[in-house]
């Protein structure tokens, strides 16, 4: 516990870490990400705006490295808070990250999108920074456990919904009854 408590401590120099990492990412990934194929957008019709699709960009990956100041934490023997080298996807703003081995199961990658754009509605709705803090406060409340998290909570729900072929349904309103 006393490594979280640390994290806390740490709260408004990690947050403005993660806001530079996720810039810096997108920088580097958005020149060689696509628009969402014709097929995917099919298939994502319905659950999201029409705008978010056009937003949206996918950068495929060998892998998902962590931040850069993660050595620093690691140094100072506290724990990561969120391990992306564990990742398949993350999405950054406009940009989903995809990792290249999920392509070989392609419902598996459709589904992860999928996940990954619930994010982004997420992140157009609050603003990157108030997402980073507000899942930090979750994570930390949560004693790391990224699957308590209230944002993965709502967005692997949402994936199951769209996973089990449920009629479409708006993503943004879910979320916004669901953040409540």
Same mark, same amino acid.
């Given at each position: 516990?006393?490594?979280? #408590? ?6 408004? $120099?990690?947050? !403005? =870490?993660? /806001?530079?990492? @996720? ?15 014709? #097929? ?6 319905? $659950?999201?705006? !029409? =705008?978010? /699709?056009?937003? @949206? ?124």
């Amino acid at each position: 516990m006393q490594g979280i #408590e640390a994290l806390e401590q740490l709260r408004p $120099y990690l947050i !403005e =870490r993660y /806001l530079e990492w @996720v810039d810096e990412q997108r920088e580097i990934l958005l020149p060689q990400a696509r628009p969402l194929s014709k #097929e995917e957008r099919a298939r994502f019709q319905g $659950y999201f705006e !029409e =705008r978010i /699709l056009d937003l @949206v960009r996918v950068a495929t990956v060998d892998r998902i490295r962590n931040p850069e100041f993660y050595n620093e934490l690691t140094m100072s023997g506290m724990p990561i808070p969120l391990d992306f080298n564990q990742a398949v996807g993350l999405a950054l703003v406009d940009c989903i990250i995809i990792h290249k081995q999920l392509w070989t199961y392609p419902e598996s990658a459709i589904s992860t999108i999928f996940h990954e754009l619930v994010h982004v509605v997420q992140i157009d709705m609050l603003g990157i920074r108030k997402h980073i803090e507000l899942y930090a406060d979750s994570l930390m409340q949560n004693d790391l456990q990224y699957h308590s998290v209230i944002f993965e909570r709502q967005a692997y729900d949402l994936t199951a919904r769209f996973d089990r072929k449920e009629p479409p349904f708006s993503v943004s309103k879910a979320i916004k009854q669901g953040l409540r």
